[in-house]
């Protein structure tokens, strides 16, 4: 977080410290209805009894907070990590009306929120197995209503909406928003923009999970790319003689899965790849007829044969070919 962002939180923790129920801020807060009433004129002196004292009114329910409010939830989780004492989290929650944190103590996961009125410790069930910290100042937290309202747009409910930053895979933090009943996790970018849904029968699409999945990565003994498995690449793993498969489906970002088997497969540059010319052979076959954007396809690029080069190994309907990295049908 900021400098002046960390020391206003940290002058709210201090108040929590003294043991004192912190109240909201006021731009957090949906106002009580029906507030108390203003006093009317006092009354004079009269004769008769003495009145029965009047019985002093039970202390008012903490008011319900409004994260989906500019900055509200921003705010809030800047108060909860001063009142943590720290500037890395492990997960962070947010609802409408809550929030929590969960942060590493001498390696072990503790949770702070908010609670009756303040915020406070509370039990944990996140078990830490070397998940990612992150900063939460590196995602786009200063607008929960717009990103609620995105995320409704994509998955068409806003009910028991959630937010959350998290390790989603293999060190990779993720920014979601869930619904309660389950419609479909939606993904954000860290600067709050849409992940977006990838079409696998789309030159655009392919592009897309090529740059997610392989990057600028320079090793590998597999790149994938199909109708149903997205884009992947995989690459051996240092020590022992795995592989972790990075894979980019249509809907979630990146994957990582680590894969016990060995391979036997040469590796190669994947930069060497290129998926304008894998679905430049589709389209091809689509002019031919032999291809439409509901046929079952995949591509694997790989040296298996003792190839001298790594080739394209295509499978498309029930046709199956190679051809070369440049997309030319090599005999069989």
């Known amino acids: 977080m900021t400098l002046p962002r960390r020391a206003a939180a940290l002058a709210l923790a201090a108040v929590v410290g003294t043991g004192c129920a912190l109240q909201p801020p006021a731009e957090l807060t949906t106002p009580a209805p029906g507030g108390p009433a203003s006093p009317g004129p006092t009354a004079g002196p009269t004769a008769g009894p003495t009145a029965e004292p009047t019985p002093t009114a039970s202390a008012s329910p903490a008011p319900l907070l409004d994260l989906t409010r500019p900055g509200a939830a921003r705010d809030l989780v800047d108060e909860i990590l001063a009142t943590a004492g720290a500037n890395r989290a492990v997960m962070v929650t947010v609802t409408a009306d809550d929030a929590s ?56 409910s806003r009910q028991g909406q959630s937010l959350q930053i998290v390790d989603y895979s293999g060190g990779l ?12 996790a939606v993904f954000f970018h860290p600067d709050g923009t ?23 990565r320079h090793v590998a003994s597999a790149v994938g790319f199909g109708s149903s498995t997205g884009v992947y690449l995989d690459a051996p793993q240092l020590p022992g003689n795995g592989l972790e498969r990075r894979q980019r489906t ?40 032999e291809f439409t954007l509901d046929t079952p396809w995949s591509c694997i690029v790989d040296d298996r044969g003792d190839a001298p080069t790594p080739r394209m190994h295509f499978t498309v309907g029930e046709r199956s070919f190679v051809t070369d990295l440049a997309g030319r049908v090599l005999p069989d």
Do not use: C
């Open 101 to 156: 944190v969960a942060v590493l103590k001498a390696g072990q996961p503790r949770t702070w929120a908010w609670r009756d009125g303040r915020v406070q410790e509370v039990p944990t069930d996140i078990t830490y197995v070397a998940q990612r910290t992150f900063d939460p100042d590196d995602f786009a937290l200063d607008d929960l209503g717009a990103l609620f309202r995105a995320a409704e747009s994509v998955s068409g």
């Open 250 to 289: 249509a809907r979630t970002p990146v994957l990582v899965t680590p894969r016990t088997e060995a391979s036997d497969l040469d590796t190669f540059d994947p930069q060497l790849v290129d998926p304008d010319v894998v679905w430049g052979v589709l389209e091809s076959l689509q002019d031919e007829e």
């Open 194 to 216: 849409l992940l977006p849904t990838l079409d696998f029968t789309s030159r655009w699409g392919l592009r897309e999970g090529y740059a997610d999945a392989v990057g600028d």
């Open 173 to 184: 933090v993720s920014m979601s928003v869930s619904t309660n009943p389950e419609s479909r």
